[in-house]
T-cell receptor, first 113, second 116 residues
Framework: AQSVTQPDIHITVSEGASLELRCNYS??????LFWYVQSPGQGLQLLLK??????LVQGIKGFEAEFKRSQSSFNLRKPSVHWSDAAEYFC???????????FGTGTRLLVSP | NAGVTQTPKFQVLKTGQSMTLQCAQD?????MSWYRQDPGMGLRLIHY???????DQGEVPNGYNVSRSTTEDFPLRLLSAAPSQTSVYFC???????????????FGQGTRLTVV
């Protein structure tokens, strides 16, 4: 069965520093991959997605993610973090176009001044 | 504004009571789904629907029922509430990207349910 691992429960980054959130998936074929952000008390917002093609995908709010098949990873990056980026981030995988979405357990990002 | 509307935002139930969580979308999306979010567990799929009249079970369907009589509405029913159903519930609406990939692009703001 497909699964998603986000190994970091919490990450603290200084404002202006770069960010990388890790995501590893377990699935044999090329999966469909997603990153979401959830601000406190809010629903999830789609940041970006990877289906095929270029392995570096750009998303909203200055985020990008890189699909690395050899490492079964889809890490989320941002070159310079803003205080408003503090939130919880979820990676998710879908094994075929119409199958259910499986979420990781999330990484909470804290931004220090 | 277009999007997914969930009601209520908060609810407290007594064990054994039943209730319906409402979800509506106005984007004409075929695919809708219900998730529950519990600390340290991410989001888990309860039920989903690929169109009016078609529903299926997700990962944690026990204790919940759904129906989809219209494209717009996808209510979630708790048949006999239990403390284990204390959670935050999210409804999502998806479009079919490039004709092949369902993308949960729109989530409601959630319903925080407490069962005592």
């Amino acid at each position: 069965a497909q699964s998603v691992t986000q190994p970091d429960i919490h990450i603290t980054v200084s404002e202006g520093a770069s960010l990388e959130l890790r995501c590893n998936y377990s699935y044999g074929a090329t999966p469909y991959l997603f990153w979401y952000v959830q601000s406190p008390g809010q629903g999830l917002q789609l940041l970006l997605k990877y289906f095929s093609g270029d392995t570096l995908v750009q998303g909203i709010k200055g985020f990008e993610a890189e699909f690395k098949r050899s490492q079964s990873s889809f890490n989320l990056r941002k070159p310079s973090v803003h205080w408003s980026d503090a939130a919880e981030y979820f990676c998710a995988v879908r094994n075929t176009g119409f199958q259910k979405l499986v979420f990781g357990t999330g990484t909470r990002l804290l931004v220090s001044p | 504004n277009a999007g997914v509307t969930q009601t209520p935002k908060f609810q407290v139930l007594k064990t054994g009571q039943s209730m319906t969580l409402q979800c509506a979308q106005d984007m004409n999306h075929e695919y809708m789904s219900w998730y529950r979010q519990d600390p340290g567990m991410g989001l888990r799929l309860i039920h989903y629907s690929v169109g009016a009249g078609i529903t299926d079970q997700g990962e944690v369907p026990n204790g919940y029922n759904v129906s989809r009589s219209t494209t717009e509405d996808f209510p979630l029913r708790l048949l006999s509430a239990a403390p284990s159903q204390t959670s935050v519930y999210f409804c999502a609406s998806s479009y079919r990207d490039r004709g092949v990939v369902d993308t949960e692009a729109f989530f409601g703001q959630g319903t925080r349910l407490t069962v005592v």
